[in-house]
């Protein structure tokens, strides 16, 4: 299944999924050195985003979020592409600055965990469920 969006950041990944149907805040939810999810409560708490293909519908929290994005890619600990149901500006600042595959205007409904995805600019591939 092919799902079109818009680009945010060009490139192209294919990895594992990890989806959450809730906002990401880098600053302070995701551990810069590690990739673990560690705010507290989030369904993804625990989980690493390194080297997946991360699905969230939107970002939140502090505009530190995007120096989060690039500590994560300079600490080999970066997810390999994100998609968004709508992308807010420190997520695109964060995956342009730390070349980040990034696609936003995605049904992220339709992607689980596990899923093996494909960015290739504006488009997301499903490979398999």
């Known amino acids: 299944m092919e799902l079109k969006g818009r680009i945010i950041s060009k490139g192209k990944a294919q990895e594992e999924a990890l989806a959450t149907s809730q906002p990401i ?23 690493r985003v390194t080297g997946k293909i991360l699905v969230f519908p939107t970002g939140k929290g502090s505009t530190v979020g995007s120096y989060t994005l690039y500590r994560l890619k300079k600490n080999g600990a ?35 965990t596990g899923d093996l995805i494909r960015i290739e600019n504006d488009v997301v591939t499903l490979i398999k469920k």
């Open 25 to 47: 805040s880098f600053y302070g939810g995701v551990d810069p050195n590690t990739g673990e999810v560690i705010e507290k409560g989030h369904e993804l708490q625990g989980k």
């Open 78 to 112: 970066a997810p390999a592409g994100i998609i968004n149901r709508e992308c807010e500006t420190v997520v695109a600042v964060g995956a342009i600055i730390s070349e980040i595959p990034c696609v936003d205007k995605i049904d992220i409904s339709k992607i689980e």
